[in-house]
């Protein structure tokens, strides 16, 4: 499984205007919404399940990024988004940093072994230092896009 399998481009936020956790989060799920990615009559309860989560513990796993993830019923195809903040979130990371690339994950409750691909890929990407600078760096869409393409001329096939 590749990053293109599941980030939705018309869903990248290279300028995040949020500047809360719980706003980024909104911010993620409209712009998931906007792409038709998910239906606009799930994104408040899909906004509520993913702030919950972050209550029970903080999906900012260090490094300057946060993953928040959901499992719906209602999701059918995999769908991640991605934002970038120039002034960091305050997460409540591991590491107690600000977060500054946030990738938000809505996937099938009927497929986890899918959800578990789709997190792996994203976490073994996210511990490479050039991944993470580059797409902090990035204040455009197509940059955030090649850097996906890069990666997943990468990763071998399987």
Do not use: W
């Not at 019923?73 to 995999?78: A, E, L, R, S």
């Amino acid at each position: 499984m590749k990053l293109s399998d599941f980030v939705v481009t018309e869903a990248i936020v290279p300028q995040l205007t949020s500047a809360e956790r719980d706003e980024v989060i909104r911010e993620l799920i409209d712009a998931l919404v906007r792409a038709g990615a998910c239906a606009k009559s799930l994104r408040d309860e899909l906004v509520k399940m993913i702030i919950d989560r972050e209550k029970r513990g903080s999906t900012g796993f260090g490094k300057g990024v946060a993953v928040p993830h959901v499992k719906h019923p209602k999701i059918k195809k995999m769908a991640a988004a991605i934002g970038i903040s120039h002034q960091g979130v305050d997460f409540k990371a591991l590491d107690k940093a600000p977060v500054y690339t946030v990738i938000l994950l809505l996937s099938p409750q009927d497929k986890p072994d899918e959800h578990l691909q789709a997190m792996e890929n994203i976490f073994s990407n996210l511990q490479k230092e050039t991944f993470r600078k580059f797409l902090r760096q990035a204040t455009r869409v197509d940059e955030v896009q090649d850097l996906i393409q890069e990666t997943d001329a990468e990763r071998i096939p399987g």
